[in-house]
Structure formats: structure tokens, C-alpha cells
């Protein structure tokens, strides 16, 4: 083998059939083993004379011509293993492609969800005219009529049921904190504080006195279409103003006392 590969040059196809071919002889060993050719050396001459009657052994280099019934060989086994694998990596990878370029279709965090139009708003919560924020379940986030929001907050009454799209605020309900939901506008104050670790906000969602959020709560963008839907595009986001610890740092300042929270 070694003066065959110096007298022919082999290439990098030569080498790599070389391997295949010793690589197919380690996983289907049926050739007669050297074991025949000392046993055949071992015996005399004088008695190397085998009857007719009985057959001669296998000469070496003779390859089994087919497994046993009903079993796989090693090689077929190893095939068929190799075809399964490339076949699964195959599947996922034109899976992911497809995937990828299938259109995205959200429903979560990242979707525009429409609310519908301003009177429908208000029918469903007539108080959303006067102030209070109007829950959004699906997108987890608090619709403020700003203008509106702001006389509840100062103690005042107004009713303003159709704001502009500038006029309005849509907070998503997750502290920024550690991610707990803010509940509702609470009564007493007209603030929002989160049971986990009470950090309060106005109903602007700028942060107060009272908690270790370091930062308001984040906000949406909303749009109003050209047929009226309000529409909150959850894709868009802006974290709340920094918290910092001076009252004068707010752009809006409700009538409660800057260090109160909601109990």
C-alpha cells in the first residue's frame, strides 16, 4: 500500500476514497479473518490433502454475500441512520427558513391592537370621559385621557370625551421595578402603586417618593386611524422618565402630598 501511494501520487479524491473505503471495512467486518491462512500453514503437506467428500475452507478475502434472514447488517444500519439524521437536519433547517420568512403575524407584546373609536370607549366606560384610565387586558397597558386625567388627579371634575391622539397615554401595566402588574388607579389618591414593592405613580406615570423603581412607567405609542380606531402599537416603546427624588423633576403634580402612596 505504501509503494502503491508513492508510485501513484494520490490526490485529496484519492485519499478521501481511501478512507471511505477503510471506513466501510471497520463497520462491516464479514471478511474470513487471517486466522484460515495460519490454521492452512500450520498443517502438513502430507496431510493437507483434503478429501472430495469435503469441501476446502473459504479462501481470505471472501465477503459474506448477504446477512442472515430477518437481520440488518452493520453497514445498512449505519446507512440508514446517517439518511435519517441529514433528513431531520434538513427539516429543521427549512423550517426556520420558512419561519423566517413567513409574515409575522403578532399577538403579544410587539402588535398593534386596536381599542376602537373614542365613543366606543366611552360607552363601554363612561368614566374614561372624566378621567379615569381605561384597562386594555390584551395589551397590559392603561389608556389615560391626559386632560382629563389630569383635573381627576387635582381634584377637579371635567368631562372630555373626545382628546386628541396627542392627549393620550397608553402605560403598560408592567413595573419597571421587577416586572409585577400595576393595579388600578387607586381612589384615595388617583395614583398607581404596585403591591409588590409599592412604588407609586401619578397618573401620568411618572414615579414618585415611594418605591425602588428607578424609573415612570414605560409607555405605547397610540394612534387614531383614519376611520377613528384608537390604536395602541405595542412595537413602539418608551421607557419612563428617570426618578429623580425631586418633585420638580415632574411635568404634571397631582394635589397629593409628593411622598404618599396608595394603601
Not at 16 to 25: M, V
Not at 65 to 70: F, I, L, V
Not at 75 to 103: D, H, Y
Request: proline residues 8%; contains cysteine.
Amino acid at each position: 500500500m505504501t509503494a502503491l501511494l508513492a508510485d501513484r501520487h494520490p490526490g485529496w479524491r484519492d485519499l478521501l476514497d481511501l478512507a471511505r473505503g477503510a471506513l466501510d471495512a471497520r463497520l462491516d467486518p464479514q471478511i474470513e479473518p487471517p486466522r484460515v491462512l495460519a490454521a492452512a500453514a500450520a498443517v502438513s503437506p502430507a496431510s493437507a490433502q483434503v478429501p472430495a467428500s469435503v469441501a476446502p475452507p473459504a479462501a481470505y478475502g471472501v465477503v459474506a454475500s448477504t446477512a442472515p434472514a430477518g437481520e440488518l447488517s452493520r453497514r445498512v444500519f449505519m446507512r440508514r441512520m446517517l439518511a435519517a439524521g441529514v433528513g431531520l437536519l434538513s427539516l429543521e433547517f427549512l423550517g426556520g427558513t420558512i419561519a423566517f420568512l413567513w409574515p409575522q403575524f403578532r399577538s403579544g407584546l410587539g402588535a398593534k391592537f386596536p381599542i376602537g373609536t373614542l365613543p366606543e370607549i366611552v360607552a363601554r366606560q363612561a368614566s374614561f370621559a372624566n378621567g379615569w384610565p381605561y384597562a386594555v387586558g390584551p395589551a397590559r397597558v392603561f389608556l389615560v385621557n391626559v386632560p382629563a386625567g389630569k383635573e381627576l388627579a387635582l381634584g377637579r371634575e371635567a368631562t372630555i370625551p373626545n382628546p386628541s391622539a396627542a392627549e393620550l397615554l397608553a402605560l403598560w401595566r408592567k413595573c419597571p421595578h421587577l416586572g409585577c402588574q400595576v393595579p388600578y388607579l387607586c381612589d384615595e389618591l388617583k395614583r398607581f402603586t404596585c403591591r409588590c414593592h409599592g412604588s407609586t405613580y401619578n397618573i401620568l406615570g411618572e414615579k414618585l417618593k415611594e418605591g425602588p423603581a428607578q424609573r415612570g412607567m414605560d409607555r405605547f405609542a397610540v394612534t387614531i386611524g383614519a376611520d377613528g380606531v384608537v390604536v395602541v402599537d405595542t412595537s413602539q416603546i418608551t421607557d419612563g422618565a428617570l426618578d429623580r427624588q425631586d418633585p420638580g423633576s415632574l411635568t404634571f403634580v397631582d394635589a397629593a402630598p409628593y411622598e404618599r402612596k396608595c394603601q
